[in-house]
């Protein structure tokens, strides 16, 4: 797979993607979670896990190719399996003990730009090519607004805030970046 099908991956049917002879296999396994917009239950058993764990670029394509329709419709997270040595899931919600100590940087993207601001960040995450030190970025998130989505990146260490160590497309909306570490949440709880 080129680097170009990669970055614009429409040009390929979710047929060619899946069907591959050749798959490209991840670092790491990833979640794809779902949250409902009018879910007001925030517990653990309120995310869902949508899938197999992904291992492959071939089967982030091929879910993307299904979802990318709904992006703007509800929450979705591309998190971790684990972290470190926790071979557990990494929930997307800041009170999970290996989200707790870190945080997200935020961007605030047009609807209309969403599902291509999404994907250009996953693909950077996944093959871990977002920053030098990949393993600190546990998850990606985004949450639908009225007239935009919040897109956050969320590391594992709240101390390593700084945004210049990030990779992102060269899009106007990556450049206004904010950060929130999710021990601020809880003291606001």
């Not at 047929?15 to 396994?29: F, I, K, S």
């Not at 956050?152 to 970046?177: A, C």
């Amino acid at each position: 797979m080129s680097e170009k099908e990669l970055i614009a991956p429409e040009t390929m049917t979710v047929e060619e993607v899946t069907q591959t002879t050749h798959n490209h296999p991840l670092n790491d396994r990833w979640w794809l979670w779902m949250h409902g917009m009018r879910d007001t239950d925030y517990s653990k058993n309120s995310y869902k896990r949508i899938g197999d764990p992904i291992t492959t670029v071939e089967q982030y394509l091929g879910l993307w190719y299904k979802l990318q329709s709904c992006v703007s419709d509800s929450m979705f997270f591309l998190m971790r399996h684990g972290h470190g040595n926790d071979d557990e899931p990494i929930y997307p919600m800041w009170e999970d003990q290996q989200c707790s100590k870190g945080g997200a940087w935020k961007f605030r993207v047009p609807l209309e730009e969403a599902t291509e601001a999404f994907h250009e960040i996953a693909i950077r995450l996944i093959g871990e090519t977002i920053t030098d030190i990949p393993g600190e970025i546990i998850g990606l998130s985004i949450s639908p607004k009225k007239k935009a989505v919040t897109i956050r990146v969320w590391n594992s260490d709240d101390s390593k805030r700084d945004h210049s160590q990030l990779r992102l497309p060269d899009k106007e909306h990556f450049k206004e970046v904010l950060y929130d570490a999710h021990q601020d949440y809880a003291k606001n709880k």
